[in-house]
């Protein structure tokens, strides 16, 4: 089975700090994807990434940047975290090697900034 | 840009009674996909249809995919509370790997 593991479930901070969200998954796949999900917003993509170093901005970067040094680990970092970044995050992936785009997801983790 | 939409957006049922989850997309469908998320949680990975006309079941759970690939259907026979939770429906951009996301139906189930 494929496993998405996500650093924490429930982090709490205060507003102008640096975050890290660390996600990792464990069966090799090459495409990793962070979303965040709102009441009444659904889930949108901030950023995925198809191979180690390599990213792409999904629907909503502003205020957040990705790092993908091995392939196993995707984090996303809050430079200066803000109110508005209250939510939860959620991390997948997914191979490029079958023939569908399935995505297998994280746990979540709720972010709240104070 | 394709856009997806589920209805209802929530859905209080009895339990062991039928219920229907319909996600309707703006374009053709080149990958549906069915999540259920518990409160709180990740989503879980129920099923993935890809062609016309298309229907697979897990358990008590049925996902269909119309012939025109623009309409998907989730139907849960015999409710349990275990069922309850958000189901979401999502489907492939045809952009790379990409996903767009329902907003969700959130289930109820009521012993």
């Known amino acids: 089975d494929v496993k998405v593991t996500q650093s924490s479930r429930y982090l709490v901070k205060r507003t102008g700090e640096k975050v890290f969200l660390e996600c990792v998954q464990d069966?090799?796949?090459?495409?990793m994807f962070w979303y965040r999900q709102d009441p009444g917003l659904g889930l949108r993509l901030i950023y995925f990434?198809?191979?180690?170093?390599?990213?792409e901005k999904g629907d909503i970067p502003e205020g957040y940047s990705v790092s993908r040094e091995k392939k196993e680990r995707f984090s996303l970092i809050l430079e200066s975290a803000s109110t508005n970044q209250t939510s939860m995050y959620l991390c997948?992936?997914?191979?490029?090697?079958?023939?569908?785009?399935?995505?297998?997801f994280g746990p979540g983790t709720r972010l709240t900034v104070l | 840009s394709q856009e997806l939409e589920q209805s209802p957006q929530s859905l209080i049922v009895q339990e062991g009674k039928n219920l229907t989850i319909n996600c309707t997309s703006s374009?053709?469908?080149?990958?549906l996909y069915w999540y259920k998320q518990k409160y709180g949680e990740g989503l879980i990975f129920l099923m993935m249809?890809?062609?016309?006309?298309e229907e697979k079941s897990h358990e008590k759970i049925t996902a269909k995919l119309d012939e025109k690939k623009q309409q998907s259907s989730l139907h849960i026979t015999a409710s349990q509370p275990s069922h309850a939770g958000i189901y979401l429906c999502?489907?492939?951009?045809?952009?790379?790997?990409?996903?767009?996301f329902g907003q969700g139906t959130e289930l109820s189930v009521k012993p």
């Open positions: 997948a992936s997914s191979s490029t090697t079958t023939f569908t785009d399935t995505q297998y």
């Open positions: 069966m090799d796949h090459e495409n």
């Open positions: 990434s198809y191979d180690v170093k390599m990213k």
């Open positions: 374009k053709t469908l080149y990958g």
């Open positions: 249809l890809q062609k016309g006309g």
């Open positions: 999502g489907a492939d951009d045809n952009q790379g790997g990409k996903l767009i």
